[in-house]
């Protein structure tokens, strides 16, 4: 199975190794300077899914490398086009990206998430208007919060229901993997337990329209 036949069916999937370890070192480093060089700039009226989540936000504005990360490789950009690029839309060729990008940032995971969807609204169909893209730089494990999803929920067409959260697979990614769902999934995180962070950058996609 290929990955857009896994985003599909199970409404997410998994790109081993994406980052080197240089880059992973590189990264991380950086997102823990801007981390503590904005902790008390951040707005304290904050989504509440971020609240008490270590987070760094707009990294487009932050460093041009960012942007590399997200637009250098071709094989995420293939699987953005095929998912996220509308058909109806002519002023861009097919072949390139006519999606955009939502928002940019980074979180260490703390306190558990809620299972929940970021598509704001639930529905079914073949149509997706939103994905989330995640590069681990830093190994997840269910004693360090990582991230778990209901696979095939994208399709349920409801609000995430919290008593299936033990129902839920845990993403257990290595530092370097990239993870890419349809927003429409069911998602959390487990409770970090260490008294280590858990760095992630996470990047939304959505169709143009979506502004």
């Known amino acids: 199975m290929n990955y857009l036949e896994q985003i599909k069916k199970e409404g997410y999937c998994v790109l081993p190794q994406v980052l080197s370890q240089n880059q992973i070192d590189n990264f991380l480093t950086k997102i823990k300077e801007l981390y503590e060089e904005t902790k008390d700039k951040i ?24 942007i590399k990360l997200l637009f250098d490789n071709k094989e995420i950009e293939h699987i ?5 690029n509308d ?9 390139q990206p006519n999606y955009i990008l939502r928002s940019f940032g980074a979180r260490s995971s703390n306190s558990a998430l809620p299972l929940h969807i970021d598509s704001f609204i639930p529905y079914q169909g073949e149509e997706i208007i939103a ?4 590069i681990v730089l830093e190994d997840m494990s269910i004693e360090n919060g990582c991230t778990v999803v209901i696979p095939g929920s994208h399709q349920i067409g409801e609000y995430a229901d919290n008593t299936k959260f033990n129902d839920a697979v845990p993403l257990l990614l290595k530092a370097g993997d990239i993870a890419i769902w349809d927003s429409r999934i069911w ?21 143009w329209w979506i502004k």
């Open 87 to 95: 058909k109806w839309y002519k002023q861009i060729h097919q072949e």
């Open 43 to 66: 707005c304290q009226d904050t989504p509440y899914l971020n609240t008490n989540q270590p987070n760094v936000y707009n990294l487009q504005n932050k460093d041009i490398n960012f």
């Open 80 to 84: 953005l086009i095929k998912c996220l």
């Open 187 to 207: 998602h959390g995180t487990t409770d970090n337990k260490t008294e280590g962070t858990r760095w992630t950058i996470i990047a939304t996609f959505t169709r």
């Open 131 to 134: 994905m989330q893209m995640v």
